[in-house]
C-alpha cells in the first residue's frame, strides 16, 4: 500500500510537472513570436518611410536581442511541435512563411529594398493568422453545415458543440477525448457537470487557456461543455 501511494505521488508529481513545463513553453513561444514580430515591424516602419539612420540605430540596438529571441522561438516552437497528435497542412504552410519571411528581412534590410521588406512582414502576419485560426484560409471546414443559432427549429446542440471541440479543442484531447496530449485532460474520465465544465472552458484552468473571448457568441460554451457528455464511459 505504501510503495502503491510512493508511486502514485510520483506519478502526479510528474505530471504536474509535465503540464508546468508545457505551460511555460507555450508562453515563451507567444512572447518570442510577439518580440519578433515588433522587432521586424519597427524594421519594415524605418524602411518603409526611408528612415534609414533610424533602422541603423534600431538593428544595432536589437541585434543580440533579436538572435535570443530568435533562438527562442525556434526551440519552444519545435518543442511544441513535438507535442502536437499529427502536423497537418496549416502547420508545414506556417513554417513556410515565417522561414521565407526572414531572407525577405534580410533582403530588404542589407539591400534597402522595400519590397522584400513589405513581402517579409505579409509572409510574418500571415504566418501568425494561420498559426491562430489553424487554416491556410482563415476559415473554419468545421462549422460549415452547422446550425449555430440555438433559437433555430433544426439546431442540434451536440453537432453544434462537436464542431466546437473539433476546431478548439481535439488537437489536444483528441478526437475521442481520452488524448490527454499537452498536459490535458482525459476528458473520458471526467466526473464534472456540464455547468462545471462550462466554467472550466469560460475561466481556463493550468495548461488549458480561457475561452470566454473565443467563444462569444450565445449558446457556444453550453454547446461544447454538453456534447463532452458523450465521452463518459
Request: charged letters at 15%; hydrophobic letters at 45%.
Amino acid at each position: 500500500m505504501q510503495l502503491f501511494c510512493t508511486k502514485a505521488y510520483y506519478a502526479t508529481f510528474a505530471s504536474q510537472k509535465s503540464i508546468a513545463m508545457h505551460t511555460g513553453m507555450l508562453h515563451s513561444h507567444v512572447l518570442t513570436v510577439t518580440l519578433f514580430i515588433i522587432i521586424y515591424l519597427v524594421k519594415a516602419y524605418y524602411l518603409l518611410t526611408d528612415r534609414k539612420e533610424g533602422l541603423a540605430q534600431w538593428t544595432k540596438w536589437t541585434k543580440i536581442p533579436e538572435m535570443v529571441i530568435s533562438t527562442l522561438f525556434l526551440v519552444t516552437g519545435i518543442y511544441l511541435a513535438t507535442q502536437m497528435e499529427k502536423l497537418e497542412m496549416w502547420f508545414w504552410v506556417k513554417i513556410i512563411a515565417v522561414a521565407a519571411s526572414i531572407p525577405l528581412a534580410i533582403i530588404g534590410v542589407k539591400k534597402d529594398n522595400k519590397a522584400a521588406m513589405a513581402a517579409a512582414v505579409v509572409a510574418l502576419l500571415y504566418a501568425f493568422g494561420v498559426a491562430k485560426s489553424r487554416s491556410i484560409t482563415f476559415t473554419n471546414p468545421a462549422m460549415s453545415g452547422v446550425e449555430t443559432n440555438p433559437q433555430a427549429a433544426n439546431y442540434d446542440i451536440n453537432k453544434h458543440g462537436g464542431a466546437i471541440y473539433k476546431t478548439h479543442c481535439e488537437r489536444c484531447h483528441g478526437e475521442n477525448g481520452d488524448m490527454a496530449l499537452q498536459g490535458a485532460a482525459d476528458l473520458s474520465k471526467s466526473t464534472m457537470d456540464i455547468n462545471q465544465r462550462a466554467m472550466i472552458i469560460t475561466m481556463g484552468k493550468t495548461v488549458m487557456p480561457s475561452y470566454q473571448n473565443t467563444l462569444t457568441k450565445p449558446g457556444e460554451i453550453e454547446a461544447v461543455a454538453t456534447f463532452l457528455e458523450t465521452f463518459k464511459k
